[in-house]
């Protein structure tokens, strides 16, 4: 029970690795207040996953909350801190992790796609993690947040020159923070998923020819689950990574590191 008695917001928490890293907590022993952006989920025709994600984690036995809001707007990490603090009394672990990825080419990508990707990805990781620091710091027992970076922060893509700056942003965001938050016990670190197969990408891998060419380049031999990055997102925000902080890990399979 690595996050047993502690408290985890988790942004982006209905759908995908939020999803994941929501009920991953829960095993563990930890509260959950689940983060979800109401319009972006409908345009999924998802609606349902918040209530099936609230009561698998019930079905778990921890307390959970469903909390809508999109992380762009400064007010949504606010309102998270605020009606978390009000059901559970205190805040330990903020997994930042709401994100978005339309696909787009460079050279005709309108201004609207460019800015609502990075006011989500990278002004709302900023906004919830400056709301949950000071919540931490005011309750004076330290913390641990956990950004969801991205391989990408690491190398280029041609259909993604609106996201990749990002998730670089999301990575140094989180060094930086590691050394202002540092002095108040609130350890700072990011997980670099590589390609993980969930419904932001399920029309991409929807491509055979494209599926198994990325299943060829990873070392592992398959695609990520979510899971697969929950799990290291639970031992980052646990006592067991208690003198880690500033860290980014890859959980790509071995991708990046193969070259051929």
């Known amino acids: 029970m690595l996050l047993e008695n502690k408290v985890v917001i988790v942004t982006g928490g209905s759908r995908g690795i939020g999803r994941a890293i929501a009920i991953a907590s829960a095993q563990e022993g930890a509260d959950v207040a689940l983060n ?83 006011a989500v990805n990278l002004n709302g990781a900023f906004y919830v993690t400056q709301a949950v620091a000071n ?17 990408s922060a690491l190398v280029g893509g041609g259909m993604q020159t609106h996201y990749t700056p990002t998730k670089a942003g999301v990575h140094s965001l989180m060094q930086s923070c590691a050394i202002a938050l540092g002095p108040y016990g609130i350890r700072c670190n990011s997980v670099m998923p590589g390609t993980i197969a969930t419904d932001l990408n399920a029309d991409d891998l929807s491509d055979t020819e494209k599926r198994k060419y990325m299943e060829k380049r990873i070392p592992l031999g398959r695609l990520g689950a979510p899971d697969d990055v929950a799990q290291c997102v639970v031992f980052l925000a646990s006592d067991r990574a208690r003198y880690v902080t500033g860290a980014s890990l890859l959980v790509d399979g071995g991708l990046f590191v193969n070259l051929q």
């Open 36 to 118: 979800y952006w109401g319009d972006n989920d409908r345009s999924y025709g998802r609606m349902s996953a918040v209530e099936e994600v609230v009561a698998e984690i019930e079905a778990l036995g921890r307390r959970v909350i469903a909390i809508e809001g999109n992380v762009a707007d400064p007010a949504t990490g606010t309102e998270l801190v605020k009606r978390t603090v009000q059901a559970f009394g205190h805040v330990d672990v903020l997994a930042s992790n709401a994100g978005i990825c339309p696909f787009h080419a460079f050279l005709d990508m309108p201004p609207s796609v460019y800015e609502s990707t990075v």
């Open 135 to 151: 919540q931490m710091k005011a309750q004076g027992t330290g913390g641990a947040i956990v950004a969801t970076s991205s391989i």
